[in-house]
């Protein structure tokens, strides 16, 4: 009977042991919970700064622009404003539109009501009537439209997401016609637009972009990622052994 026991124990160990290893190898299978496969070219890669900038910012836009636009179309004082007003709220419904699709289809959340400068600026419009309206409406509005222009040229030269690129090439257009259309009421203070944010002198263009894009992200291909996990398990696999030979 003895050796029987003796069978049985040094079976319930191998057990055990069989036991532990399973669960250092099933373990080791979120050892590497930030490696991401890399996507097929042309879409479907993680966000980055610039990326949700050029969302929130296309999104803010909107969010107080169709409400002054619809404002100057009701109460603008000359034909010319009434007329850019509506336009500019159509196409910012449009582009809005366009906006909140593509959030949807990556997932990312972007705001809802405009800050609470906008908001300002919203209620500093609404107190306004007359000459003062139409000058406060292009002013607002030109200045920016100005400084989001060179957002989307920023983010479309660098992004790696199919989708933005397609946001930015929409809201580029949009955004063009826009001060175009509010330049051409001669309302526009030239003197008084804030000056273009240019790269320092012998600044490299590419890194700066690269810097503005947080970074460059780097698709890790799906060997690497298999190499890796493999690794992993054997390295748990082996200290688990170990330990339990030591026990």
Same mark, same amino acid.
């Given at each position: 009977?003895?050796?029987?026991? #003796?069978?049985?124990?040094?079976?319930?160990?191998?057990?055990?042991?069989? &036991?532990?290893?399973?669960?250092?190898?099933?373990?080791?299978?979120?050892?590497?919970?930030?490696? &991401?496969?890399?996507?097929?070219?042309?879409?479907?890669?993680?966000?980055? &700064?610039?990326?949700?900038?050029?969302?929130?910012?296309?999104?803010?836009?909107?969010?107080?622009?169709?409400?002054?636009?619809?404002?100057?179309?009701?109460?603008?004082?000359?034909?010319?404003?009434?007329?850019?007003?509506?336009?500019?709220?159509?196409?910012?419904?449009? %582009?809005?539109?366009?906006?909140?699709?593509?959030?949807?289809? %990556?997932?990312? #959340?972007?705001?809802?009501?405009?800050? &609470?400068?906008?908001?300002?600026?919203?209620?500093?419009?609404?107190?306004?009537?007359?000459?003062?309206?139409?000058?406060?409406?292009?002013?607002?509005?030109?200045?920016?439209?100005?400084?989001?222009?060179?957002?989307?040229?920023?983010?479309?030269?660098?992004?790696?997401?199919?989708?933005?690129?397609?946001?930015?090439?929409?809201?580029?257009?949009?955004?063009?016609?826009?001060?175009?259309?509010?330049?051409?009421?001669?309302?526009?203070?030239?003197?008084?637009?804030?000056?273009?944010?240019?790269?320092?002198?012998?600044?490299?263009?590419?890194?700066?972009?690269?810097?503005?894009?947080?970074?460059?992200?780097?698709?890790?291909? #799906?060997?690497?990622?298999?190499?890796?996990?493999?690794?992993?398990?054997?390295?748990?696999?082996?200290?688990?052994?170990?330990? %339990?030979?030591?026990?």
């Amino acid at each position: 009977m003895a050796p029987l026991r #003796s069978a049985r124990r040094r079976l319930g160990i191998r057990t055990h042991r069989a &036991a532990m290893l399973l669960i250092a190898i099933i373990a080791g299978m979120g050892v590497l919970p930030g490696v &991401a496969v890399a996507a097929p070219a042309g879409g479907g890669q993680q966000l980055n &700064a610039a990326d949700m900038t050029l969302l929130n910012g296309v999104r803010l836009a909107g969010l107080w622009e169709m409400p002054a636009g619809q404002m100057a179309a009701e109460k603008g004082q000359s034909a010319k404003v009434r007329e850019i007003g509506a336009g500019i709220a159509n196409e910012h419904q449009r %582009l809005d539109q366009l906006t909140v699709d593509a959030a949807n289809k %990556l997932g990312a #959340s972007i705001p809802s009501e405009p800050t &609470a400068e906008q908001k300002g600026w919203l209620a500093e419009m609404q107190k306004a009537s007359g000459a003062r309206f139409d000058q406060i409406f292009v002013t607002r509005l030109r200045v920016a439209h100005g400084k989001i222009f060179p957002v989307i040229g920023a983010v479309r030269a660098s992004t790696r997401d199919a989708t933005v690129r397609k946001l930015c090439d929409d809201a580029n257009g949009f955004v063009m016609h826009h001060m175009q259309m509010l330049e051409s009421t001669g309302l526009v203070r030239w003197p008084e637009l804030p000056p273009a944010a240019l790269p320092a002198p012998g600044e490299d263009g590419l890194l700066a972009a690269a810097a503005a894009n947080t970074g460059p992200q780097v698709g890790v291909s #799906s060997t690497v990622v298999w190499l890796v996990f493999l690794a992993a398990l054997g390295t748990g696999g082996i200290a688990t052994y170990r330990m %339990l030979r030591r026990n």
